[in-house]
């Protein structure tokens, strides 16, 4: 597992995060190639940290930022707070910052709901079933092979994430009329903004 490290949070650059119906969101991404694991590639997940961090959110995904690669970050720990009442300056504290390249679930097990949300679907929350226990494998920004176990939120988190990479959005884990409703209503507020 990847060290923590406090200045993720604090140093970066803020991304643009596509919203839907921005096709990049529907687009199965490439695998990251073994020559891509470098300098580079450690700075998008910095970055990618850092606009989660900020937007804030505890999942991004790699196409969400606009590129087709089979990335993302995770953090459900980490606390955020004003700086004062009212204040729209946070502090943020106690980072568990999780780099996922190239994901692949194995074993699924187990039933849970929880009501997820998604920076690339403003405003909307919805209860989605998952499976409740997962073990993930993946590759670090070192291109390690790596094995995770994650229950409860870590893995519902990490199976949004994923699906992002196979170019699905939560909603489209809804029922038929649940989900042309709000795809719908995101392309009116989509028409409404521009
Ligand atoms: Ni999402």
Not at 97 to 125: A, D
Not at 141 to 166: P, V
């Amino acid at each position: 597992m990847e060290k923590i490290i406090e200045n993720y949070a604090l140093e970066g650059k803020l991304l643009d995060i596509h919203t839907y119906p921005d096709p990049v969101l529907t687009k199965v991404a490439e695998e990251v190639a073994p020559e891509e694991f470098n300098q580079e590639l450690k700075e998008l997940c910095k970055n990618m940290l850092y606009t989660m961090y900020h937007a804030p959110g505890i999942g991004l995904a790699a196409p969400q930022i606009g590129i087709s690669k089979r990335i993302f970050v995770v953090d459900i720990d980490y606390d955020r707070e004003e700086t004062a009442e009212g204040s729209d300056e946070y502090t943020l504290s106690n980072f568990q910052p999780e780099v996922f390249i190239n994901p692949v679930i194995k074993n699924k097990e187990g039933e849970i709901t929880y009501q997820e949300g998604c920076l690339s679907l403003p405003g909307i929350y919805e209860d989605v079933k998952r499976f409740e226990n997962i073990v993930v494998e993946y590759q670090n920004t070192d291109g390690e092979k790596l094995e995770m176990n994650a229950d409860e939120l870590l893995s519902i988190c990490i199976q949004h994430e994923n699906d992002h990479l196979d170019g699905i959005v939560f909603i489209d884990r809804l029922s038929g009329l649940k989900k042309s409703f709000f795809k719908k209503k995101l392309l009116k507020q989509k028409r409404l903004k521009s």
